[in-house]
Structures are given as structure tokens and as C-alpha cells.
């Protein structure tokens, strides 16, 4: 039986208690484990990478040290083959359902200019790109298999997003390896003068601060010259990300979870987190990049120094203000396959940590929950334009650090490949497209709105994430109550309208 090493005190097939209550929590959703201890039993906490804090009164000493012991080695099984998605089989879904949500060929084909390329068919050409992406039709594989060499990771230009209004596109990438002695790359340089289409100028948004761009050319990294990238202007707008972003996390959430605060001391600490400046200038980079396509018609290239974080990160929101698409559910699910997941953020690494854990850091950072945290903002100052709720947000980031599917696991497509996640797990769009499921998802004051929504960034206009942050802390019961009267009201108003217009319909002339 698997584990059953790590199981040191175990009652299978025990019935509880009658009149207990029974909580069901997947074991890699335990962030930390404290023990206390009294005369001859025991209290375990466990802190929730969800956020939640749950304390269990067990008795007996030996019983709880066990149980403190067991729960401490399940949750740091550190093979990705023996998480819960590999045991998980639901009767109402099928393996294959869900893993092919987004097709890349589907996309590129809304442009000539564009091709599908399988130069990393077998993930050899870039570790952290998916087997299929889209490139600039007159650069063949080889010249991608030489800028690949140039850029950090062999993450070369591709195509993150088409904009049809005007036919401009945005790109990403890793830094390029020009090292302290400039090194340059031919077809590097033609890639991005064909990504142009002619046009006169485009925009490299580096999420780097201009110096510490400098610095990282002194050990083989660097940033796009402007003699060398003709047409193409490079803008610093440096995010955060990695120990200092994980280390505002905690802080929120320690500042979130102590009740002796008054207002005016849990206000200094909610800003000395600084998690609604991350939030600013996230949403602010975005912002500029979706500008420079849609104000000024100019091509855009994001990259920090990987490409794997703050690149998507800006990536993925400015698709959001710009595309309608982008904000229905449907939609929102393609661009996270398309940014986040095929593009290769690292979850597994990422995600391995949330805000409780006493585990030394490594390379945990909440990039995507900072993500999602921005889509809420959009969603709050937007409230008619998302067509997915609140409740989304919050089954994304659940599942983004502890889930029964398979769709998070890994860093990268690679990965998920060797391990083959898509033929022995289910994926999560496979259960919230249900219709059952997919219901309590949809935003009921949705309507379609084709425009870009411009979100402000003043600090009045942002507001703390108190669905998430504080959802442990105080009750919803009023403002779930409050959605439920509004989604009744909604779907008994489109009953008239709807037999009105079929009435109308049968009365005009043949």
C-alpha cells in the first residue's frame, strides 16, 4: 500500500463520531504543522496553503505525535508521481476530457503572417516551450534553433497575442545572452524586424529595472540595443518577483490573520506588505503594453531575465484588458493554458509553499496568485465585462497550490509529458465545464462588452483581495446571500425578455 510507511498510527475504514463533522482535505494542502502540548493529549494546527488555519484535539500524546509526523511527511512528498491527481478517478469523467481545451494551430491561423512551428517537437530546441508555437512565417527552424542558443532558457520570440483590431502582436521571450561583450545574433534581430509587419516601431517592456538589466549583462545576459533592434525601444517597468513578492505574501496574511489589531495598526501593516503596490504596478506594466498596441498601433516584446514569471504576468493581463474574449470563461481558460501553463511557469516550484510554511525559501513565489489578484481588481472596477465570478479566482488559486487534477502539476510542458499527466490524470476544466459546475462560476451581471477596459491604478481604485485574504477570518454568508438574490433576479428577468422577443418574432410579416 502506498505510503504506509509514513502512516504510524492508522484506524482504516473507522466510522466518526455521530453529530462530528467531517473535513475532507488533500494532504499536499498542508502548509505547516504545529504541535502543543497539554498533561496527556495533544493540539495539532495545521495552516492551509488555501489560507485556511484548522486546529485538531487529539488524545494522547503518542496518538498526536504520530499524527503530527504522518501529516508533516505526506505533505512533503517531493515526487510529482505520487501526488493525489495520479489516484484521483471521479466516476462522472473520462482522462482524456479537457487536456485539449486550447489548440495552437487554431490561433496563429487568424494571421498569414504567422506560422506553427515544431521545432520543439521532442522539447530539445527550449526545455520550457510546448512542442508547437507560433513565430514569424519567413524565420525557419533553424534560424529559431540559433536564437535559441541567445536567449536565456532558448526561449525565443513567439507570438503571445494577435490583436485583430489592428493586426499588432505581442511577443515574449527570455533576456538575450549578449554577456559584457554585446554579443549579437543575425536572426535574433530579424525575428523581431519581421515581427514588425512593416510597421515603424515597437516596444520591449523589460520587467527588469534598467539597472539590475545592466548587471545581468555582466554575467551573460543583457537587453536589446537600440543599434542593433532598429525600430524597437526598450522600457524598464520592474516587477517584483521571487523572495520579495513571497516574503509581501506572508506579510499580508500574517497582518490578515491578527485579531489584536486596531485599524490603524492593521492598516500600516497591510501597506508595509506592499502587496497592493505589487498589485499597482503589475496591473500599471499591462496597462503600457496593451497602450503601445492599441493607442499607438506598435508591436510589443515583454521579457524580464527568464520569462517565466513577471513576462506572463503581463502577458496574460494585458490580453485581459485589451481581448473580450479573454474575459468569458471559456475564453479566460485558453489564455491561462496558452500563458501560464504550455508557456511554462514553473507551478510545481512556485506553488510549492504558500504563506504559513517554516520551510527555508527557495523558489516559491505567489506570481500567478498576484495574477489573479489583478483579474479581481479588473472585476471589481469592471463589473459587467468578466463573465466568470469571484469563485473562479478562488478555485484557481486553490488548485494552483493543492488540487485533485492534474492541470497545474510541473514546470513545464516537458515535464508534464515524462510524467504523462494528461494520459493518467484528469484535468481541471474537465470538472468546471460541467454545466453543473460551470454555473456557479458565471458572473450573473455579465454582459458582453467589446471595448478595452482601462483599469485605474490609483490607490483609492485598488482594493484589498478580502474574498481570498479574509475568507477564513469572517463570514460570507450575507454577501453569498446577496449573489444568490442577484443571480434569482437575473434569470427571472430574462424569461420575459426572451418570450417577448420570440412573441415579437412570430408576429413580423413573412
Not at 126 to 141: G, H
Not at 329 to 356: K, M, N, T
Amino acid at each position: 500500500m502506498e505510503f504506509s510507511e509514513l502512516i504510524k498510527t492508522a484506524k482504516p475504514g473507522g466510522d466518526g463520531e455521530q453529530g462530528t463533522v467531517e473535513l475532507w482535505l488533500l494532504i499536499r494542502n498542508v502548509d505547516a504543522v504545529e504541535k502543543r502540548f497539554a498533561s496527556s493529549s495533544g493540539t495539532i494546527t495545521l495552516k492551509c496553503k488555501d489560507l485556511r488555519v484548522l486546529q485538531l484535539e487529539i488524545p494522547g500524546m503518542e496518538e498526536c505525535l504520530n499524527i503530527a509526523s504522518s501529516i508533516e511527511a505526506l505533505s512533503s512528498v517531493e515526487s510529482v508521481m505520487m501526488m493525489y491527481p495520479f489516484f484521483y478517478r471521479p466516476h462522472s469523467m473520462k482522462l482524456e476530457q479537457g487536456w485539449h481545451l486550447y489548440l495552437p494551430h487554431h490561433y496563429y491561423q487568424q494571421t498569414s503572417a504567422w506560422r506553427l512551428s515544431s521545432v520543439n517537437r521532442d522539447f530539445a530546441t527550449c526545455s520550457t516551450y510546448p512542442s508547437a508555437i507560433i513565430v514569424p512565417a519567413i524565420v525557419d527552424d533553424e534560424a529559431l534553433r540559433k536564437i535559441a542558443r541567445f536567449r536565456q532558457g532558448g526561449r525565443f520570440p513567439v507570438l503571445s497575442y494577435y490583436h485583430k483590431k489592428n493586426q499588432t502582436v505581442m511577443l515574449r521571450s527570455g533576456q538575450p545572452l549578449m554577456g559584457p561583450n554585446k554579443k549579437r545574433c543575425q536572426e535574433d534581430e530579424l525575428l523581431l524586424k519581421a515581427a514588425l509587419c512593416g510597421r515603424a516601431r515597437g516596444f520591449v517592456i523589460d520587467t527588469r529595472s534598467a539597472q539590475a538589466a545592466k548587471q545581468a549583462r555582466m554575467t551573460g545576459g543583457g537587453s536589446e540595443p537600440k543599434a542593433a533592434y532598429l525600430g524597437w525601444k526598450r522600457l524598464h517597468r520592474p516587477l517584483e518577483r521571487g523572495r520579495p513578492l513571497q516574503e509581501s505574501f506572508m506579510k499580508l496574511v500574517e497582518a490578515c490573520n491578527d485579531p489584536s489589531l486596531g485599524m490603524d495598526r492593521w492598516l500600516s501593516k497591510l501597506e508595509s506588505s506592499k502587496w497592493l503596490s505589487h498589485v499597482k504596478a503589475a496591473l500599471s506594466t499591462a496597462c503600457l503594453a496593451a497602450q503601445c498596441m492599441e493607442r499607438e498601433e506598435a508591436c510589443v516584446l515583454v521579457h524580464g531575465a527568464e520569462g517565466t514569471d513577471t513576462t506572463l504576468l503581463v502577458t496574460a493581463l494585458a490580453q485581459v484588458i485589451l481581448d473580450p474574449d479573454c474575459r468569458t470563461l471559456v475564453g479566460f481558460q485558453h489564455l491561462l493554458e496558452r500563458e501560464w501553463i504550455q508557456a511554462g511557469h514553473p507551478f510545481h516550484l512556485r506553488c510549492a509553499h504558500s504563506a504559513y510554511s517554516h520551510a527555508r525559501l527557495k523558489q516559491e513565489a505567489p506570481v500567478f496568485l498576484l495574477f489573479l489578484d489583478c483579474v479581481g481588481q479588473l472585476g471589481r472596477q469592471f463589473p459587467f465585462s468578466l463573465e466568470f465570478s469571484e469563485r473562479l479566482l478562488l478555485a484557481l488559486f486553490e488548485n494552483s497550490y493543492a488540487s485533485a487534477y492534474g492541470t497545474f502539476l510541473c514546470n513545464s510542458e516537458k515535464e508534464r509529458s515524462l510524467c504523462k499527466v494528461k494520459e493518467t490524470t484528469h484535468s481541471l476544466w474537465s470538472w468546471l465545464n460541467q454545466p453543473n459546475q460551470q454555473k456557479e462560476y458565471l458572473n450573473p451581471l455579465y454582459s458582453y462588452n467589446a471595448l478595452v477596459i482601462w483599469p485605474s491604478v490609483e490607490p483609492q481604485s485598488l482594493q484589498l483581495w478580502q474574498g481570498l485574504f479574509l475568507q477564513w477570518i469572517r463570514s460570507s454568508q450575507y454577501l453569498d446571500e446577496a449573489w444568490a438574490e442577484i443571480q434569482r433576479l437575473v434569470e427571472g428577468s430574462k424569461t420575459p425578455r426572451t418570450n417577448g422577443a420570440a412573441h415579437s418574432q412570430r408576429l413580423l410579416p413573412h
